[in-house]
């Protein structure tokens, strides 16, 4: 009985003629397979097991050689069969119980005898063919297609996507670079056109100055050696002048003594001093507030809370000392009496002294329609309902107002409407001690919403009002 190609059996049976067909018919299927490449996967192998069946019935060559012809397609052998160490006869059969080749007499006398043996021809053609009823083969072809389909999306990928995203790169860099210097150049020009506007600005005020302290200085000058030459004419006429001669010399006397008092008092004037204003500009300010909330070097005051001494009676203090909470009337109560506490005002102050340095913090003010955030003396008053000790209405406090849904600025009791487009959910204030300058801006955007600079006499400290819901210190 024949075997079939890919069959097994327990003997090297008959039939040998069947499996030299087979061999040949592998062969030539091989080099034709070889051939074509690029074909698909499962196409090529139907393609291949076609050419088997059709040469089985052509093909008249021995079992040697095809053993030997099929061996050398396989890459298993070069040239001539490997002979079995034991027998010394070609190892043209496969042992399927221990996956290796054998020679017949392995199968009758030898350690495979009664072992599941067959052909080599038939265990090469069964490997390489798409066997319909063995699972485990479908299965390897499938990994085999998907392998090249794989590689065919891989290569896809280094050819087309890569190269396109290389090319993408090198524009969008390119761009990006054009953007930087564009946006850079602009920032420059406006920068060096106001520095060269504030040049020319402080040195009209200079000149101006320096004009008036001529004129001052000639004016004074001259109404000092008025003064003197009429002293020392007074001093001579009355001193030296005869009697009967003083006695007429009334109303030259009056006369001199009235130009005298004529020349008035010197007194220092605003116009002596150099207009700081000159010097003043919002861009500037904008600019440098910018580079430092956003630059490199970092201010901040972490360890900032709100002194609890100074909190008012209408007001209540979180447990970490960091937020504000304005209380209805029937949730007050009465705290033992402090000298550093208000009395009257819903505010309270911060813990941070500044008289140096460079200091910023921020203020979470959420949904609250009416707070106060600033800073102010140390000296400022904390008893009574007066202006004293009310935020923003006294020379000694400084502060960013909101009520009824408007943004202002107060100082001394006057109030400088802003214009606040966005409506900010948190406010940050910085403090520059050094150029004496206090920017109120928005955290989120770094927009400068106001800024005053002002010669500051002494030890300022955070100061906040609340008289609707709460506000918060944020870290």
């Known amino acids: 009985m024949s075997a079939e190609p890919g069959s097994c059996h327990s003997t090297p049976g008959c039939s040998l003629q069947d499996d030299r067909d087979t061999e040949v018919e592998v062969t030539e299927s091989s080099r034709n397979l070889n051939m074509d490449l690029q074909q698909p996967i499962l196409s090529a192998l139907n393609v291949f097991r076609n050419e088997i069946r059709s040469a089985k019935e052509d093909s008249g060559l021995s079992g040697k050689a095809a053993v030997t012809s099929s061996d050398s397609e396989s890459g298993i052998f070069s040239g001539e069969s490997e002979l079995c160490v034991e027998h010394e006869s070609d190892l043209d059969w496969f042992c399927c119980s221990e996956q290796k080749l054998i020679c017949s007499h392995c199968t009758i006398v030898g350690s495979c005898q009664g072992h599941t043996v067959t052909a080599l021809a038939n265990r090469v053609t069964a490997v390489r063919s798409l066997c319909e009823c063995c699972p485990e083969q479908n299965h390897l072809v499938d990994v085999c297609e998907k392998m090249q389909l794989q590689a065919l999306r891989i290569e896809h990928f280094i050819n087309k996507t890569l190269t396109a995203k290389e090319r993408a790169l090198q524009v969008e860099a390119s761009g990006a670079r054009e953007r930087v210097v564009a946006q850079v150049s602009v920032v420059r020009e406006a920068v060096e056109e106001e520095e060269q506007r504030l040049l020319e600005a402080v040195q009209r005020e200079e000149e101006r100055v320096e004009q008036c302290l001529l004129t001052q200085r000639a004016h004074w000058g001259q109404a000092l050696a008025l003064l003197t ?100 009337k029937r949730s007050r109560q009465s705290p033992p009496y402090d000298p550093a506490r208000f009395d009257s005002w819903p505010n309270a102050l911060g813990t941070l002294s500044i008289s140096s340095g460079t200091h910023s913090w921020v203020m979470d003010v959420g949904e609250s329609g009416a707070f106060k955030v600033g800073v102010c003396y140390t000296s400022m008053g904390r008893k009574g309902s007066g202006n004293n000790s009310r935020l923003g209405y006294n020379g000694q406090s400084w502060v960013l107002s909101k009520y009824d849904g408007d943004f202002s600025f107060c100082h001394a009791g006057k109030n400088t409407p802003l214009h606040v487009i966005h409506k900010p959910k948190s406010l940050g204030l910085l403090l520059d001690w050094p150029s004496q300058t206090l920017v109120f801006y928005d955290p989120d955007s770094s927009a400068v919403l106001h800024s005053v600079r002002h010669a500051f006499s002494g030890p300022l400290l955070p100061a906040f009002a609340v008289a609707d819901r709460s506000v918060t210190i944020l870290h």
């Open 229 to 328: 030459q009429t002293r020392t004419r007074l001093v001579h006429t009355l001193t030296n002048t005869p009697d009967i001669q003083l006695a007429t010399s009334g109303q030259e006397i009056a006369d001199r003594v009235e130009d005298a008092e004529g020349v008035g008092e010197p007194c220092d004037t605003d116009r002596l001093n150099l207009n700081a204003g000159c010097s003043d500009s919002k861009l500037m300010r904008g600019l440098w507030a910018s580079a430092i909330l956003l630059g490199p070097i970092a201010y901040g005051s972490a360890h900032l809370t709100f002194d609890e001494r100074t909190v008012s009676s209408l007001l209540s203090l979180s447990e970490d000392l960091c937020t504000l909470t304005f209380l209805p």
